[in-house]
């Protein structure tokens, strides 16, 4: 699977990240966080890019295009991990669906290493008539 580290961070696709970004605004500088489930990861040493997707108000997906190497990253934080949930390097069938199919991928990854026991179905069986 494509992981990537920012810092003491590693990450992958599936998890959900903070990242922090430096805005600046008519030489005003200020720190905006963006939260969202990382979709993909492309390209390689300083050239490498992840994507972010969140769900806005109004049920609207916004996402936003990062380069890990930017200076205007300050921090990037690991809130919630989905690793062993996420079956595909890319994420992009996400962006048809809603926030219940995000979620989905954080409890695939919370089931995953957890063993129950089988159910057993008890079926009434016909007779065979010949």
């Known amino acids: 699977m494509n992981t990537a580290s920012f810092g003491e961070t590693k990450f992958s696709v599936g998890d959900r990240v903070k990242v922090f970004t430096r805005i600046v605004e008519e030489g ?44 205007l990253i300050t921090k990037l934080d690991l809130v919630k991990s989905g690793g062993r949930g996420v079956r595909r390097a890319k994420l992009y069938y996400l ?16 089931r995953k290493g957890k063993t129950s026991k089988p159910k057993v179905r008890s079926r009434k069986r016909k007779s065979a008539k010949n």
């Open 28 to 71: 005003k500088t200020r720190i905006q966080p963006f939260e969202g489930v990382v979709i993909g990861i492309k390209g390689r040493d300083t050239s490498k890019t992840f994507v972010v997707r969140k769900i806005s108000a109004g049920q609207v997906g916004v996402e936003k295009i990062f380069p890990l190497s930017s200076p």
């Open 95 to 110: 962006r048809g669906e809603g926030k219940k199919a995000q979620e989905r991928i954080f409890v695939r990854a919370g």
